[in-house]
């Protein structure tokens, strides 16, 4: 396990420490794990709601907020060449998404 001290990264997601959370976000509800980054194949990266919330930004579906209340795990849902399990301190945390660029237009990298 990696422990995160300042800006880090995870796959195609980083992770920078701010301040606090913007006013422009909406909370995202979960029982279990909130998905920070989505994968078509089910590799997801997640982390416990239980331990911290995430909110998505109103104006930029790349950047999305996690504020975490106590250490918690962010992990890579795979079971061959995963990425390693980082250890979030509490704090908020700005997570920004990678684009890809389609006929239709910007989304977020699908893998």
């Known amino acids: 396990m ?9 796959g195609d997601i980083l992770f920078t420490p ?12 979960s029982d279990g794990d909130h998905i920070v980054a989505h994968s078509e194949t089910g590799h997801h990266h997640v982390v416990s709601a239980q331990t ?11 950047v999305a907020y996690l504020h975490v209340h106590e250490p918690t795990e962010l992990r890579h849902l795979r079971s061959f060449d995963t990425h390693k ?3 979030i301190p509490p ?17 977020r990298v699908a893998d």
Do not use: H, M
């Open 2 to 10: 990696i422990e995160a001290k300042g800006q880090f990264a995870q």
């Open 18 to 29: 701010v301040e606090s959370l913007p006013d422009e976000v909406q909370r995202i509800e």
């Open 52 to 62: 911290c919330d995430l909110y998505q930004s109103a104006n930029d579906p790349f």
């Open 85 to 87: 399990t980082v250890l």
């Open 91 to 107: 704090g908020v945390w700005r997570i920004n998404r990678q684009g890809e660029q389609t006929p239709d237009g910007w989304r």
